[in-house]
């Protein structure tokens, strides 16, 4: 390793050749198969080389440091890699939404959008500039020309409005009869 660690590739190559077996098998005790125990011994040996210069070689044998760094990617790739087999595979369901559910989002829209129409225009163009346009309370009733109270009134009055009128939707969305 110290020659390797000097950047000498017929050393890594024999070093690689001796221990690349029994890392694999090392491996595949770990992860479970044989070619995730193969990513893992590369991955391994490339990051040996890569770092060979980082050997200190202070009393610790070889294998002992490289089964702690086999033993240690196996465990980080199989943390990373929890695949189930195909055939335990659930059919997936489809993430579009139903032609019900769409129907229904339409008609609940359409309810919204009406119950919002009926109200006074000013508690109208309240609830717009605070919900549409993101305005503050501040903001809003300048732009309508009346005390922040006021606004909150107009915002209170039209919230109770709407959900008043669309209080027997939301009894019949709960499965209560309107």
């Not at 390793?1 to 005790?29: E, N, P, V, Y």
């Not at 020309?145 to 209080?167: C, G």
Request: charged share 30%; glycine share 4%; hydrophobic share 45%.
């Amino acid at each position: 390793m110290a020659d390797a660690a000097a950047g000498d590739r017929k050393a890594f190559g024999l070093l690689t050749r001796r221990h690349l077996r029994r890392s694999i098998a090392l491996a595949q005790r770990v992860v479970g198969n044989a070619s995730d125990a193969e990513e893992v011994a590369q991955d391994v040996f490339l990051q040996i080389w890569a770092n060979a210069d980082r050997w200190r070689g202070d009393g610790t044998r070889f294998t002992t440091w490289l089964y702690r760094i086999v033993v240690n990617r196996a465990i980080d790739y199989r943390r990373r890699r929890t695949f189930a087999p195909l055939d335990a595979a659930e059919e997936m369901a489809d993430p579009a939404w139903s032609a019900e559910t769409l129907v229904d989002g339409r008609k609940i829209g359409a309810e919204v959008d009406a119950a919002i129409a009926a109200l006074p225009d000013r508690q109208r163009a309240a609830l717009s500039l605070c919900y549409h346009e993101e305005m503050s309370c501040a903001e809003a009733s300048e732009v309508l020309q009346v005390s922040v109270s006021a606004m909150e009134s107009l915002l209170v009055r039209a919230r109770k409005t709407v959900r008043a009128r669309l209080q027997p939707l939301i009894r019949q969305k709960d499965g209560a009869r309107p």
